[in-house]
């Protein structure tokens, strides 16, 4: 899916930025949603496109992490520590 800039430049209007930061910015953000979606998914979109039932790639970088894993579990303990520390007594 190819990115509309023209439809999302006007939201930009507001920053003191220029043309080409303008579309960087744009692009970096299409491209961080496409990945958000491919995540959703479980698939990258190329793999949707393409009609294959493959995980991600091994030599893609990509790691699925179940809500189980050592470090979602981790992650969450640590979390949770954290608000209770910054809670008012």
């Avoid at 190329?46 to 991600?56: H, N, P, R, S, V």
Wanted: hydrophobic residues 40%; without cysteine; charged residues 25%.
């Amino acid at each position: 899916m190819q990115l509309d800039i023209e439809r999302y430049r006007p939201y930009l209007d507001q920053f003191d930025i220029g043309e080409a930061e303008k579309m960087e910015l744009l692009q970096i953000v299409s491209h961080m949603m496409r990945g958000f979606v491919d995540l959703a998914f479980g698939q990258t979109s190329a793999q949707i496109l393409l009609g294959t039932d493959d995980e991600f790639p091994t030599s893609g970088g990509w790691i699925a992490l179940d809500s189980e894993s050592s470090i979602t579990i981790e992650f969450n303990e640590a979390a949770q520590e954290n608000a209770e520390n910054e809670s008012p007594s």
